[in-house]
């Protein structure tokens, strides 16, 4: 059985790591790069590794009054409650040169795992016109790596299927932490406003984090709403103390 959703893509192949680990790009934020853009112009991304809260941030923006932009074909189950706001379309990002659609996204928020992340483009370019300037802002998420590939494994025996072994879950540890890189690579070198979200502070001292997500946004106002969405109980796996 395949893959569904954003844990398909999230096994594509990085490139080989070098022996010596190289530093994580941070994320900064760049308001200017959308003064006076309207904000239906703007495309507002959520990215992340799979299982990292990625749809919990699609119900935050839902609510702070940024409509999303999904296909509803992948149905709510066990593992993710409330849906997970992906669109197929997404899925065509590094496949089709066709990225037109794109266009359909503004004013919304789409969820763009990681490694479709850097086949968004800057522009849009259509022969004998000039070309169309996108505009995005993105929320990235962060989650501990072992938490996710429990939380992986967690969705695989509902479905039926075997877990990761702990052997391969050091690989996909390394591929995944590459991905994570190139992403923000991509994000630091187009100049995007951007914003660095931890999973496990968001559901557990969202007083502290959603003021500065609405701080990004620019809905101060949502925050009550935005608040609603938070449940501790989503942070179902953790990882395991060794203290």
């Not at 409509?67 to 409650?81: G, I, L, V």
């Not at 990004?216 to 060794?242: E, W």
Request: charged share 25%; with cysteine.
């Amino acid at each position: 059985r395949k893959q569904k959703g954003a844990e398909a893509y999230a096994a594509v192949a990085a490139p080989p790591q070098r022996e010596k680990t190289r530093p994580m790009p941070q994320l900064k934020q760049h308001p200017q790069a959308l003064a006076g853009i309207p904000a239906e112009e703007i495309i507002t991304v959520v990215s992340g590794l799979p299982r990292s809260g990625t749809s919990l941030m699609m119900q935050i923006l839902e609510a702070a009054g940024v409509p999303s932009f999904t296909d509803s074909k992948r149905q709510p189950d066990e593992s993710n409650r409330k849906g997970y706001y992906e669109h197929d379309k997404v899925g065509s990002l590094l496949s089709s040169s066709d990225k037109f659609w794109l266009r359909e996204a503004k004013g919304t928020a789409i969820k763009v795992v990681v490694p479709l992340l850097a086949a968004l483009p800057p522009r849009l370019r259509k022969p004998d016109a000039e070309p169309e300037l996108l505009h995005y802002r993105i929320l990235f998420m962060e989650r501990d790596i072992e938490e996710i590939l429990q939380s992986q494994n967690t969705m695989l025996q509902r479905l039926g299927r075997s877990p990761v072994a702990n052997e391969k879950g050091a690989d996909i540890s390394k591929v995944y932490r590459e991905q994570e890189r190139q992403g923000k690579r991509w994000c630091a070198s187009l100049g995007v406003h951007a914003m660095s979200v931890s999973f496990p502070a968001l559901v557990h001292d969202p007083d502290e984090v959603l003021p500065q997500v609405a701080g990004f946004l620019g809905v101060a106002d949502k925050l009550p709403a935005m608040r609603s969405c938070i449940d501790p109980a989503l942070h179902r796996v953790r990882k395991i103390s060794r203290s």
